[in-house]
């Protein structure tokens, strides 16, 4: 009962005022953009894709989750359940991630013959869009108290998931970030969506990670 009033009140949450799908309509027209721009060099347009999908997701849940600090004070004294709690709104972001790649993965125009590597392409996007909102929920408890190195943790987070896999500076702390650029790499020289594989196992990983540290960081900021 408690569940199906949190999922309720956190996807209204993400629908008032229209926000989720307006911004969704604007990802689909900068998707047709770069179809029009790009035409049909893939190596080009589905890493500008993943890319828009993983800022996509994070400014959702930056939105989400900072209305969710103004107006849901009462629903959290009256649910009195940390762990219920947030788990339902990582469970909320994580269904509309998975609403935005089926819909982003449409207007790509990538799809081919291969059920295996459109199945990749649609969980490439979506552990990208998971990986921004476990991002989003690491810095969470730091916007209370700490705004200014929240936005530079934030910041410094998004900064290495973007940068160049291949770099000799970042060669030995690779392993522990974000994975968001290994993919755009490995597809810009492969072109091949299975070859994807791999790394969506270690985003899906990676996200896990991050909601379960922000888990045990979040919860002294519960009532707050």
């Known amino acids: 009962m408690k569940f ?40 080009v347009k589905f890493p500008s894709i993943i890319i828009l999908n993983f800022f996509f997701a994070l400014i959702i849940a930056m939105y989400f989750l900072q209305k969710d600090t103004r107006q849901n004070r009462y629903l959290k004294q009256r649910i009195n359940d940390y762990y219920l709690y ?29 059920p295996a590597a459109n199945g990749t392409m649609i969980l490439v996007l979506m552990t990208t869009s998971w990986i921004a909102t476990a991002i989003a929920f690491a810095c969470r408890s730091q916007w ?18 973007l940068a160049d896999s291949n770099n000799s500076i970042l060669h030995f702390i690779n392993w522990v970030l974000p994975p968001v650029s290994n993919l755009v790499v490995t597809f810009q020289e492969h072109s091949n969506m299975v070859a994807l594989l791999p790394l969506v196992i270690r985003q899906f990983v990676y996200a896990l990670i991050l909601f379960g540290i922000s888990l045990f960081f979040n919860k002294k900021n519960y009532a707050k």
Do not use: C, R, W
């Open 144 to 161: 209370t108290s700490h705004k200014y190195i929240a936005a530079v943790s934030l910041l410094v987070i998004v900064l290495l998931s």
């Open 86 to 114: 947030a788990s339902t709104q990582m469970i909320v972001l994580v269904v509309f991630n998975l609403i935005t790649a089926l819909v982003s993965g449409i207007f790509t125009f990538l799809f081919s013959a291969s």
């Open 4 to 43: 199906k009033l949190l999922f309720s009140n956190f996807s209204k949450l993400l629908m008032d005022d229209l926000v989720y799908p307006i911004f969704l309509g604007l990802l689909i027209i900068f998707e047709l953009f770069f179809n029009l721009l790009i035409d049909s060099d893939k190596t």
